[in-house]
């Protein structure tokens, strides 16, 4: 014995905490398993199934811990098989999931039941000792509910078998009836396909429609149309309730179709992106640490009717384009104009969002009052931009536009507009907050109240002051209210991370067109750069071009608004080149869209198709008196939206607050017509004098670069090139003369004067 004490004493001692009594149960994965006796290997207990009583399963009590604790398995007490069905659902429920109404039910039910209690054990179950114990509760509580002894005597003992658990009491009512089905199997199947090929589809079509291909089916399950008839014709002669009809009625076919599972007949009706938007969980939304780490943009279709500010004549309804910083909540840039979404009004966007905005630049109003009275401290470059999938955010320009101002261009997958939802709540506080108060709001689909209601005729509100307003909106309401998500004011929580973590500034103001302006490539030559059929040179283009031993292929940059002047880039070489137009004349002041139009009237005037400059500015005027006019005289009102978009009405605001001086005539419209051949250029004689100007001077400086002895020098990054000391070059300026070539004109290669034709249709 002494040898055994130690290995006795070695042996692990488990101790067993699962009390279960011969006949409880467990409920593992929906099969019932009744206690039969305890088992020692292993240390547990020995179920029976109660179908099979025949096969036993020991189960040790570390396994039923585990699996209670993971949610799989349940206990049930064995005073629990006699209950009713119902009762046994109640008990598996929470008291919370039980209604208002059932719940005054148990609480009613408990007072009798307690009231029962206190007769003692061995009290007498008849009438005439149960029932006045009965009528003496309901006379005290008021009670006019059912009370009747035998009914309360039912309560009593299903409450004392579910361990005097309330949950017991809870009415059944609700469930009583029979759950069988009244249909034959054969109706069931023609329902069920009918569904399936008739009412689960994308057109949505509604149940009565569905309805008529089950009746279809049914008769091809009867055999046809006269074993049908016949089978309609004999239960009409026969008064037999049991048999019925073998069609069934709408209301059972409408009942059939709620049979089908809500996120199958979504999806199946409404496409899968609006199943996944009604039924799938929504989240916290992603986590921003600082200012400008994400901002949204998106476009949105303003349902206002803006009207000419001197003649009152309604011009159309604009468009709006707006950033929101999703860290502050706070709007960083907007851009609002009669132009459909494009390049254009993005760009113009984004020069608001980086760039400095002054309101004190908006005035005064009539009581000496700053129209904005807050500041508006928001700029920089934003660290990830988020917009959709709209063509204008896949375009060349804002793809180079991202890459320049190094910002990360994220696109939100087609049709998950909830993963910008910081933009999307924006725009119904726009259309909600900011724009209903006005007359002239157009109405959504399903809304008009009437034929009598016109918002083109109510419109009072012109583009300047809408512009003037949705600033001082933003500025002085929006960015001082208190955000929802982090419970502070907008402004305050983005200054406060500012301070901490500055954004990216932009390295000049100038340099706003280099970052965001329209891409396109271009051949630089001896003509200069030919872009939109206009001709940009200048000696300093002359002396880049005079680095290379063939004309170089370069990147233009270029503001759509302003057409003066383009941006020559070369990141090779680390610089930038402003090269104005050979006629400042006519483009200085002129957007992408006015020249579009004015060439394409212009190439209608002109003989086969040729333009000159003559023609252009003569095209020019005529436009824009005729655009006057028509908004004058209150005519071609479908036309009056593309007429204010040529003509630049109403951008008065946002040019102020970014402190750029703009020409009234300037219009941000976008880029909608057809690109015309890069080689069709104005025919310009004055241009032409200038380009063989230009290229003497070219050749002068290849001239002099060649004659000098061993390797042929470059042009050192960033630095002017040196002046010769013995024979000193003075560039010459476009007005100058140039020196004729030692050439002979004769001898000269031909330049070709064949020019396409350019087509607008």
């Not at 409408?254 to 989240?283: H, L, N």
């Not at 939206?641 to 300037?666: H, N, P, S, W």
């Not at 140039?738 to 087509?759: E, I, L, N, Y």
Request: aromatic content about 8%.
């Amino acid at each position: 014995m002494d040898l055994l004490a130690p290995v006795a004493a070695e042996v692990p001692r488990y101790h067993d905490d699962v009390y279960l009594r011969t006949g409880d149960a467990i409920e593992l994965h929906g099969k019932l398993l009744v206690v039969e006796s305890r088992c020692r290997k292993p240390l547990g207990y020995v179920f029976s199934e109660v179908d099979v009583p025949q096969v036993e399963h020991p189960i040790a009590s570390a396994d039923i811990k585990a699996w209670h604790e993971a949610g799989k398995l349940t206990f049930v007490s064995k005073t629990e098989f006699g209950l009713p069905i119902g009762v046994r659902q109640n008990l598996r429920r929470s008291l919370r999931a039980f209604t208002r109404v059932e719940r005054r039910e148990i609480v009613r039910r408990l007072r009798y039941c307690r009231a029962l209690d206190d007769l003692g054990r061995d009290f007498s179950r008849s009438d005439v000792s149960l029932q006045p114990v009965c009528d003496r509760i309901a006379a005290e509580r008021d009670d006019t509910g059912p009370h009747d002894w035998s009914s309360v005597y039912r309560w009593w003992r299903n409450w004392t078998r579910a361990g005097r658990d309330p949950r017991a009491l809870c009415s059944n009512a609700a469930k009583r009836g029979n759950r069988d089905r009244r249909f034959e199997p054969y109706q069931i199947k023609a329902m069920r396909e009918a569904i399936e090929s008739d009412y689960l589809r994308r057109h949505r079509p509604n149940a009565t429609t569905a309805h008529k291909a089950c009746v279809s089916n049914i008769i091809k399950a009867l055999g046809g149309p006269d074993k049908a008839s016949a089978v309609v014709a004999e239960m009409a002669t026969n008064k037999d309730p049991a048999k019925r009809s073998p069609f069934p009625s709408l209301k059972a076919f409408r009942a059939e179709c709620k049979r089908v599972s809500r996120v199958i007949r979504t999806d199946r009706r409404r496409g899968p992106d609006a199943a996944r938007q009604e039924i799938s969980p929504v989240g916290a939304g992603p986590q921003v640490n600082f200012a400008f780490e994400r901002v949204e943009a998106d476009f949105k279709y303003l349902r206002l009717f803006v009207v000419d500010e001197e003649h009152d004549m309604p011009l159309g309804t604009p468009f709006l384009m707006a950033a929101v910083d999703c860290y502050s909540g706070c709007v960083a840039g907007w851009d609002i104009g009669f132009d459909p979404p494009s390049y254009v009004s993005a760009a113009r966007c984004l020069k608001h969002v980086i760039g400095y905005k002054d309101t004190a630049a908006l005035g005064t109003d009539e009581d000496g009052q700053p129209r904005v009275r807050n500041a508006y401290p928001v700029n920089g470059v934003p660290f990830h931009f988020f917009v959709d999938n709209d063509q204008v955010f896949h375009s060349a320009s804002f793809v180079h536009t991202g890459s320049a101002l190094g910002c990360h261009v994220d696109y939100v997958p087609p049709s998950q507009s909830w993963k910008k939802g910081r933009i999307e709540r924006f725009w119904g506080t726009v259309q909600e907050c900011f724009l209903d108060m006005f007359p002239g709001k157009v109405l959504r689909y399903g809304d008009d109240p009437g034929r009598d209601y016109k918002p083109d005729d109510d419109a009072v509100i012109s583009l300047a002051q809408l512009r003037l307003f949705v600033t001082k909106a933003i500025v002085d309401v929006y960015n001082q209210e208190v955000d929802p998500q982090s419970g502070e004011r907008r402004i305050d929580r983005w200054c406060a991370s500012a301070e901490l973590r500055p954004p990216r500034r932009v390295r000049a103001h100038d340099d706003l067109i280099e970052l965001v302006g329209a891409y396109e490539q271009r051949k630089a030559e001896r003509r200069g750069l030919r872009l939109f059929g206009l001709r940009y040179n200048s000696p300093e283009l002359a002396r880049y071009r005079a680095g290379f031993e063939k004309d170089p292929r370069v990147e233009v940059r270029y503001d759509p608004q302003e057409l003066g002047h383009v941006t020559l880039v070369d990141h090779d070489k680390g610089f930038t080149l402003r090269v104005p137009c050979t006629r400042p004349d006519y483009a200085e002041g002129l957007t992408l869209h006015q020249h579009r139009v004015i060439r394409r009237r212009a190439t209608d005037a002109s003989p086969k198709g040729r333009i000159r400059m003559g023609a252009l500015l003569m095209a020019k005027a005529e436009l824009f008196e005729l655009g006057k006019a028509m908004i004058k005289a209150r005519r071609g009102r479908r036309k009056l939206t593309k007429v204010a978009q040529f003509l630049g009405l109403g951008r008065e605001v946002i040019d102020l607050m970014a402190r750029r001086r703009v020409d009234k005539q300037e219009s941000d419209a976008p880029l909608e017509l057809t690109e015309p051949d890069v080689h069709d250029a104005v025919h310009d004689a004055e241009d032409n004098r200038r380009a063989v100007a230009d290229e003497s001077l070219v050749e002068t400086y290849r001239s002099e670069l060649q004659a000098k002895p061993g390797p042929k020098p470059r042009t050192p990054r960033n630095k002017a090139r040196p002046k010769t000391p013995s024979e000193p070059q003075k560039p010459i300026a476009p007005t100058e003369q140039a020196p004729v070539p030692s050439q002979p004109p004769s001898q000269q290669p031909p330049r070709s004067t064949t020019r396409k034709k350019v087509s607008y249709d």
